[in-house]
């Protein structure tokens, strides 16, 4: 095969659109529209670790599509943060893929064909994100995926799931058409150009002034992100079926968030002139106010989903955090822990999913003793937890472990503190789910001897997707250098 | 042949009009009448291609020398306001025939096509002729059509908004006539390069300064600037479906040029020292603002986007009163891509109104189910009409902002983006009933649920709907052509 890095990347953004077309094809048949996702899921993945070979051996490749107007083009281009996002994204997505078949199944959920249809084609748009050679490119398909993901949202078409959609759309949309738009019309108006370029697009004369407020309507515009007061349409999106929250709200959709915010730092902004705006204090520790918030927000949540999406929100601000540090380290830390996160909170939400189906429980306190019944499910979601905080030996420790350091480097001290009192918070909010789980307290005990409880999982696509995504949590502490190889030439010049 | 362009541009369907009359049968009048549209469309492209080749074209009516007879002027602006008026005009005209079948009665239809006829000819009229006498002559053969065809509404408040309509344009027209009184009093001379040249003379005298205020507040009435709109959301709501959507993607846009005349042709973009411009910017975002929050508010689908119309015609006073090139050019490309939008809108709108009879909120409950094509076609009309990317609003709305920021008026770019907000919420409104709310029993059960629209709307609808995404994708057509009219006009050359 010697496709060359062009082909490649159209591939990887058509695909999936042929798979969202092949499902609602064979609507009739289940089996033959759900083998559809799968093989073009395992091929765009495949796909894309071809681009991985190519870019390790430093050959990358650029298409336009078409030039709406001079200097704003649609066009895509292979760089290393790219694909690092496209390979965590088309590996989750079959495993979801594989464990929305069980879980959809087994709950009955209607519409199932239009459910896998908006999942392709929201694959679609997060490809193309990754991919994007300009800002503008970018923006479009940062609307089309939020569009693409609101019938996913609202799945459910009860009054409570449109209404959830509703500030879905509402925020998302709203933040990137007062903030976001403008920022990107302010910024071809300064430089001129809006292609991602290693060092920045800004001329050298440009007023720092106008650049630091350019940075704050960046990051407040880019919704998906989550940065508080932004960050509520995270939480009521989570009304979606399982398998959506995981991919999209654990993965695609905000992670396609904090990647436009990197690669907007990195490429728009530039490293260097991030670090002399006077915003970016202020960022950073708005920063550091949304991880300590929704941290201790999601202590008091009882509804596990919702208890996820507020560490979701928490966590998003460590990568938010590590980009504006502007050192080597913190961009280090910054896309791991993209990658990191992603596999950790895709498995708790997959946990989540499991025990919906089985126990149709959705509140913690409902939780305890529920390791007898679901062992695999727990010990999954313990390893997950770990991975979250950031202990070894699970993938999140190299992180974590990374974006202290930029800390140290900066020497904001005041940062380094919060994130360590974070692990803390996270300790507090997550473990006592999988131990109580385990070690319930005398008196639910006692009412479990007298209903002794069969072991009964979750169906086995679903139970399969779980041990994949938690086994990609204990592997990427032992074996993350691919990661760390594209993580170390995200930037450079 | 082809030296003739100009005047047959007029000429085909002015005599069209009575020909249909004389056919009397409202089929046959359909189809001649489309007949005529569609040639008169070849002579705008035609018309357009020459004047990007070979410059201005000038034409003496029966051979008599300009200041003395009347001379019909092309030059890029009109040609490319010709093309707007002829093509957006025929293809409401293909939509006509079913269209008005369920709301004019039969024996009237062929008095229709005469009447849209005719006020065809006057529109392209005011835009092709160099002589400011003849602008109001064509002026008063629009509107007095126009009043006609709004009354042909099914619903009796369409005579009170006619006849409002006509109050007001008569008044309008009547600004205009002393404002040309005045000039040609000053000047002796009604041929509008001619008042040009001999202006800068008598200018800094107050009768200049009074011609020129009748005649902005005069066009200012006729393309329903805020605060004198008053007049267009009962025109629009009342008047047949079709007439709507013609008048709302023509007779404004013709307005607007007129204004772009007035302003920068005959008067000079200097003329009052700025005052003007930041007038006009004033008004613009104060009609974007206060008529799109009136929009959110109403119960008529069709009295929303007349409401919305307001606030389009907003963006293009901005834009003018930016006073640049580029802003010219923003409002320009706003004129075309307004008329493709709102042209889509209307006949999404016409489709409903045959259907159902009525483009009430709450009719639009559930619609989605029925008439899925006529809903996707509000829907991608609705993107276009807030601006989003890959749709010809957005380009016209790029070119606004930038043009803001490029002359330092960061707050007013800031707030152009805002008002697109509003729109946001009412274009989502609507769909959000459309395809998410509950429909009414009566749609769903009765002897005859609702069905999607008939082809002979559809197709037309879809016309205008894949122009709108094709234009804000191959952007070339209106960028060269308003480009080279904005610099033209811009260049102070006539």
Redo the contacts between chains.
């Keep these: 095969m010697n496709l060359s890095a062009e082909m490649l990347i159209q591939l990887i953004i058509l695909l999936p659109l042929v798979a969202a077309i092949g499902v609602m094809l064979s609507h009739r048949h289940a089996n033959i529209r759900e083998a559809i996702s799968l093989v073009i899921a395992t091929s765009v993945f495949i796909l894309v670790c071809l681009l991985y070979q190519q870019i390790i051996n430093a050959q990358t490749g650029i298409v336009t599509w078409?030039t709406?107007?001079p200097g704003?083009s649609i066009s895509f281009k292979t760089e290393a943060l790219s694909v690092l996002f496209a390979l965590i994204a088309s590996f989750l997505w079959i495993v979801t893929t594989l464990y929305a078949i069980g879980y959809m199944r087994s709950h009955k959920e209607q519409n199932q064909t239009r459910f896998f249809t908006f999942f392709a084609i929201s694959i679609a748009a997060v490809m193309a994100i990754a991919f994007s050679e300009n800002l503008?490119t970018l923006?479009?398909f940062y609307?089309v995926l939020t569009l693409a993901t609101y019938p996913l949202v609202?799945h459910a078409g009860t009054e409570k799931a449109?209404q959830g959609g509703?500030t879905y759309?509402r925020i998302l949309?709203?933040t990137s058409?007062?903030f976001f738009?403008?920022a990107l019309?302010?910024t071809?108006?300064i430089a001129g150009n809006l292609s991602f370029t290693a060092g920045g697009v800004f001329p050298d004369e440009a007023s720092p002034l106008l650049l630091a407020i350019l940075l704050v309507m960046f990051i407040f515009g880019i919704g998906k992100a989550a940065m508080m007061p932004f960050h509520l349409w995270l939480p009521s999106a989570m009304v979606a079926p399982t398998p959506v929250s995981a991919l999209l709200h654990a993965v695609a959709v905000v992670k396609a968030g904090v990647f436009t915010l990197m690669k907007t730092v990195v490429f728009i902004f530039g490293m260097d002139t991030v670090g002399e705006l006077v915003t970016t204090d202020f960022l950073l520790y708005l920063t550091a106010f949304t991880i300590l918030a929704s941290s201790l927000i999601a202590m008091r949540q009882d509804n596990l989903k919702a208890r996820l999406a507020y560490s979701t929100i928490s966590q998003l601000a460590y990568v938010s955090l590590g980009v504006l540090l502007a050192t080597e380290a913190g961009l280090i830390g910054s896309s791991m822990h993209i990658a990191m996160h992603a596999f950790g909170k895709i498995t708790l939400f997959f946990c989540a999913g499991a025990i919906l189906v089985v126990t149709h429980k959705t509140e913690i306190s409902q939780m305890a003793g529920l390791g007898r019944k679901m062992p695999i499910t727990m010990i999954a979601f313990l390893i997950a937890s770990l991975s979250i905080i950031g202990l070894p030996p699970t993938g999140g420790s190299w992180s974590k472990y990374y974006l202290l350091l930029g800390t140290l480097e900066t020497q904001h001290w005041v940062l380094m503190v919060v994130l360590m009192i974070s692990s803390l918070l996270n300790i507090a909010y997550l473990l006592p789910i999988p131990i109580r789980g385990f070690f319930p307290g005398k008196k639910v005990a006692t009412e479990a001897v007298h209903t002794p409880e069969k072991i009964q999982e979750a169906p086995l696509p679903a139970l399969i997707a779980i041990s994949i995504t938690t086994l990609g949590c204990l592997v990427l502490f032992f074996y993350p250098q691919p990661l760390f190889e594209l993580a170390k030439m995200v930037g450079v010049v | 042949m082809l030296e003739h362009l100009p005047i047959l541009q007029v000429i085909v369907p002015l005599l069209a009009a009575p020909a249909c009359l004389l056919l009397n049968k409202p089929k046959l009048a359909w189809l001649f009448a489309c007949f005529a549209a569609v040639i008169s469309l070849l002579i705008s492209v035609a018309l357009l291609n020459q004047v990007q080749q070979s410059g201005v074209i000038s034409y003496m009516l029966g051979g008599w020398e300009a200041p003395w007879g009347i001379e019909y002027r092309i030059d890029q602006l009109s040609a490319y306001v010709l093309l707007i008026v002829s093509a957006i005009g025929t293809i409401v005209l293909f939509a006509a025939n079913t269209g008005i079948s369920q709301e004019i009665d039969e024996d009237k239809q062929s008095i229709f096509y005469v009447l849209y006829l005719l006020c065809m000819a006057g529109l392209l009229g005011i835009v092709a002729t160099g002589d400011i006498f003849n602008v109001f002559v064509f002026l008063e053969i629009s509107s007095l059509a126009t009043y006609a065809l709004v009354a042909f509404g099914r619903d009796r408040r369409a005579l009170l908004a006619a006849y409002q309509y006509l109050i007001v344009g008569t008044i309008g027209a009547s600004f205009l006539l002393m404002g040309i009184g005045l000039l040609y009093s000053l000047t002796g001379t009604l041929n509008m390069q001619d008042v040009a040249n001999r202006l800068p003379l008598v200018s800094e005298s107050a009768t200049v300064y009074t011609a020129f205020v009748f005649m902005i507040v005069g066009v200012a009435l006729k393309l329903a600037l805020f605060p004198l709109h008053l007049w267009l959301p009962n025109t629009y709501t009342y008047a047949p479906s079709i007439v709507t959507a013609f008048l709302a993607a023509t007779a404004t846009k013709v307005a607007i040029y007129l204004l772009i005349r007035l302003h920068f042709s005959i008067f000079g973009d200097d003329f009052g020292g700025g005052v003007i411009q930041t007038i006009f910017i004033a008004l613009g975002l104060t009609s974007i603002f206060v008529a799109s929050m009136v929009a959110i508010k109403q119960p008529n689908i069709k009295r929303l986007f007349a409401y919305s119309s307001v606030a389009q015609i907003g963006y293009m006073i901005v834009g003018i009163g930016i006073g640049t090139s580029l802003g010219l050019q923003a409002t320009l490309l706003h004129l075309f891509n307004h008329a493709l939008m709102k042209g889509a809108l209307f006949l999404a709108l016409a489709a409903v109104v045959y259907r159902i009879g009525s483009t009430d909120r709450a009719c639009f409950n559930g619609l989605a189910k029925h008439m899925p094509w006529t809903m996707a076609a509000v829907v991608v009309a609705g993107l276009s009409l807030i601006g989003v990317p890959l749709t010809v609003g957005f380009i016209s709305k790029w070119y606004l902002v930038l043009a803001s920021f490029q002359n330092g008026l960061w707050t007013v770019g800031l707030l152009i983006v805002i008002g697109s907000l509003i729109a946001v919420y009412y274009v989502w409104t609507l769909v959000e009933s459309a395809y998410f709310g509950k429909a009414d029993a009566a749609l769903t059960s009765g002897s005859s649920p609702v069905k999607e629209a008939p082809l002979s709307l559809l197709i037309p609808l879809w016309l205008l709907v894949i122009a709108n995404v094709y234009f804000g994708i191959d952007t070339r057509l209106p960028l060269e052509a308003s480009a080279s009219a904005a610099s033209f006009l811009m260049g102070g050359e006539l």
């Design positions: 078409t709406i107007l704003l503008f923006f479009i609307e609202t449109k509703r759309l949309l709203g058409i007062v738009l403008p019309i302010g071809w108006a």
